[in-house]
T-cell receptor, first 116, second 108 residues
Framework: DAGVIQSPRHEVTEMGQEVTLRCKPISGHDYLFWYRQTMMRGLELLIYFNNNVPIDDSGMPEDRFSAKMPNASFSTLKIQPSEPRDSAVYFCASSESGAHSWGEQYFGPGTRLTVT | QKEVEQDPGPLSVPEGAIVSLNCTYSNSAFQYFMWYRQYSRKGPELLMY????GNKEDGRFTAQVDKSSKYISLFIRDSQPSDSATYLCAMEGGKLIFGQGTELSVKP
């Protein structure tokens, strides 16, 4: 398996523009997670899905952020409009269900977002 | 107070040294404890996974959990330059809660 795939790897955009980040989880994994990593705040969970259904979006910073998972092999994280403080590395991760699998998350390479 | 506290370092050691990385936490309900390793400009990868108190060994790596003190540790024996990375502790509390990460540099 190719692992978790994210695109784009780098994104530079201007304030006010819409940004869409994409993720393809590992085949067979039924949990998908979106994280944001910054120097100041570390790695933070934004939202996670189970079987394509959003379960907990309490980490989404504000209404400018939205996430979808239309099928088991694809998810998007959208920021509209983007702001400079959204600059961070965004990771997607996936895992299998099961008592010991929750913490065994497989991370993608991340998307480095810069908003100018 | 953060739920998980981890010294960000950086920590620099010579090759062959024993490295000790630590985290403290405040929620006594945590049962599963993990260590992730993150190389520069890469995603985190799971290194060790332990349940409740005790030790777990995997090659040069030993994870230790002391629930009475709310303290977890990762020991790296015979450290190698390839161990240079950021190490993040994580705990399961309805979701994974990560420490800030400790940046480790092993000098040849």
């Amino acid at each position: 398996d190719a692992g978790v795939i994210q695109s784009p790897r780098h994104e530079v955009t201007e304030m006010g523009q819409e940004v869409t980040l994409r993720c393809k989880p590992i085949s067979g994994h039924d949990y998908l997670f979106w994280y944001r990593q910054t120097m100041m705040r570390g790695l933070e969970l934004l939202i996670y899905f189970n079987n394509n259904v959003p379960i907990d979006d309490s980490g989404m910073p504000e209404d400018r952020f939205s996430a979808k998972m239309p099928n088991a092999s694809f998810s998007t994280l959208k920021i509209q409009p983007s702001e400079p403080r959204d600059s961070a590395v965004y990771f997607c991760a996936s895992s299998e269900s099961g008592a010991h699998s929750w913490g065994e998350q497989y991370f993608g390479p991340g998307t480095r977002l810069t908003v100018t | 107070q953060k739920e998980v506290e981890q010294d960000p370092g950086p920590l620099s050691v010579p090759e062959g040294a024993i490295v000790s990385l630590n985290c403290t936490y405040s929620n006594s309900a945590f049962q599963y404890f993990m260590w992730y390793r993150q190389y520069s400009r890469k995603g985190p990868e799971l290194l060790m996974y332990t349940y409740s108190s005790g030790n777990k060994e995997d090659g040069r790596f030993t994870a230790q959990v002391d629930k009475s003190s709310k303290y977890i540790s990762l020991f790296i024996r015979d450290s190698q330059p390839s161990d240079s990375a950021t190490y993040l502790c994580a705990m399961e509390g309805g979701k994974l809660i990560f420490g800030q990460g400790t940046e480790l540099s092993v000098k040849p």
